[in-house]
Each structure stands twice: as C-alpha cells, then as structure tokens.
C-alpha cells in the first residue's frame, strides 16, 4: 500500500532476509552501507545521482562480505573507517542475537580481525560508537543495562538501568554524555564524566521502541512511544513538545534524519509500515508498506532511507525535502 508521495525507490537484492541496515555516518565513509544477513553482512558502496552527476539514478558496488557466526540485532559505524587511506580501513560492531557484540577491523585485504564482547546477558538492542575518536563503545539490551566499552573489548562504565535498555544514542559534540531509551517510556542521559544520570524525559506512554538524538540540534531528541513519535527539547521541559500519531497498532523505529533538520522517519504497525515525516508541516513524505521490515538509516548527505526487507535492501530517495 502507498500514498501519493513523491519519492524514488530502488533496491539491492540479497539472498536471505535483512535483518539490520546502516548507513555509514561519517563523511569519509559516507558512501558505505552494511547490510546483515543470516550470521553474514555485506558491505556495499552506494552512489547517488543527487551527489554524482555521472550516476544514472542508483548504483551500488558490492565491497566485502564478511562472516560473524551469528545473526545480527544492530550495526554501528566506526569514525575510523576509511577507504581513502593506505592501508584502508574498516571498522564496524555488530550486536548479536547470543548477545555478544563483534567488532569487526579490516583493511580488505588479508588482515581481518573479530573480536567478541561477552557481558550481557540478554537480547541486544542497539550499539554505538563515540563519532569523535571512536575509541568507546556503548551498548544496551533487555538485560537492563548500558554498557561503555573500549576497543579491547574491557567493559570501562556500567549503567544500570530501570526498564530494557531499546536505544543507546552518543552527543554528536560532547564525548562525555550519552542518551538511553528505555522500554518504560523513561529517556535517561548520563555523564561519562561522574557516571550518574544528568537528566530524564517522559514520553508518558508506553512502549517506548527506538529514540535519537538529533545532528542538527543537540538539544532535540526525538522517540516513538505507544503509537506516537514525540520530539522533546532538553532546553525546556521533560515533557515532549510535540506529539503525533505514526502507527495506529504502535511504533517500532524512530530515526532523525542526518542531511535535514526537519525529516523524521518511523517503522511501525499494522504490517510494516514506513513513513517518513516533515516537522514543520503535517506532510507525509513517505506512507509505504512492505511484508517484511527490519532496520532504518538515513544516508549522512541525502535525504534518502534504507529498510532491510525479504531478499532485498529498499531505498526511497525523498524528493520534495
């Protein structure tokens, strides 16, 4: 089912069901989209015609598989990765469904390198790198807990949280504060600095399912909680300074976009719905369904989403942003 929006779509086929999409958000590896199948993800080079004018629409270059011995619940991006650099570098964690997270390091020739992270004790729901220096990660599940680690894979900081931690988002400026979503409708920020909570929102419903914090505006998070996305301004109350409704039968995904202050897209029920939403009106960009789907990232520079799906990563290039 789709409305009359007006957007492009394109696909990478795939042999297996996609379990988590990412796009790279970083400038110098902007271009890099990790797709997760079965215990496998595939790394694909993507190019746009809004970026590259001797691209005809859509072009994808299939870089790399590699295998991890698990299924995977998320991906995050190093801010290491380079393909410009001698010798390249990749870098990315997988969350797996034994709840171990895998970081993964290559230079895409014969050096490659897994290393497992063992400490939670339940289902994984999102991990992310520190965007400066990229040399913490931070992890949360249903296991209550966000987890700071290094590279090494030593857990560095413990926060013990009240309700599944579903979403783990770090300060695009400062290092030392990180944002956790929890299933209670509870958003917590905590300090690196004292490792104590520094501040709390209130979605004042529940469940909450995925939140952000925004690129354009650090004071901005955003979430969807029950059936709504809400926007909250740490500025200014605890309390969301906006509501709407997004899926009648609840929501699953909340993603800013990286490229417009504006965009928002969500996932959520009945089917698998896909929507992409413009703040400063009540426009939907995006009102799309698909059978199957998993995972959603913004490309960095476009204002273009990806969703895993059955054999094939669907792209919507949004073209009245």
């Not at 928002?264 to 929507?275: D, M, S």
Request: glycine letters at 6%.
């Amino acid at each position: 089912m789709t409305d009359d929006s007006n957007y492009r779509q394109y696909n990478i086929p795939r042999s297996d069901v996609v379990q988590c999409v990412e796009f790279s958000p970083f400038e110098w590896s902007s271009k890099l989209l990790a797709v997760a199948t079965g215990s496998r993800v595939a790394i694909f080079s993507c190019r746009f015609q809004e970026e590259d004018n001797e691209v005809n629409g859509f072009e994808y270059n299939h870089i790399r598989e590699f295998k991890l011995d698990c299924k995977s619940s998320a991906i995050a991006w190093s801010p290491g990765t380079s393909l410009s650099t001698l010798p390249k570098v990749m870098c990315f964690i997988a969350a797996g469904v034994d709840y171990k997270l895998r970081l993964l390091q290559s230079d895409l020739k014969d050096d490659d390198t897994v290393l497992a992270f063992e400490g939670h004790s339940s289902y994984v729901n999102s991990v992310t790198f520190e965007p400066n220096q990229g040399e913490q990660i931070a992890s949360t599940g249903d296991d209550l807990t966000c987890r700071i680690w290094n590279k090494d894979g030593d857990m560095l900081t413990l926060f013990q949280l009240t309700s599944p931690g579903m979403s783990v988002c770090w300060h695009n400026e400062e290092d030392m504060k990180i944002l956790v979503g929890q299933k209670n409708g509870v958003i917590r920020i905590f300090s690196l600095h004292n490792q104590q909570p520094i501040m709390s929102l209130n979605c004042g419903q529940t469940p909450l399912m995925s939140t952000d914090w925004s690129r354009h505006n650090c004071l901005l998070v955003g979430a969807i909680a029950g059936s709504d996305w809400m926007m909250f301004d740490t500025s200014l109350s605890s309390q969301p300074i906006e509501k709407r409704q997004a899926h009648i039968d609840g929501g699953k995904i909340f993603r800013w976009s990286r490229c417009h202050e504006s965009l928002l897209a969500t996932i959520g029920r009945p089917g698998r719905q896909i929507k992409v939403f413009n703040t400063r009106h009540q426009q939907l960009h995006i009102n799309t369904s698909l059978p199957v789907a998993y995972g959603l990232t913004w490309h960095l520079n476009l204002p273009i989403i990806a969703v895993g799906g059955d054999k094939r990563v669907h792209i919507w290039v949004v073209e009245s942003a």
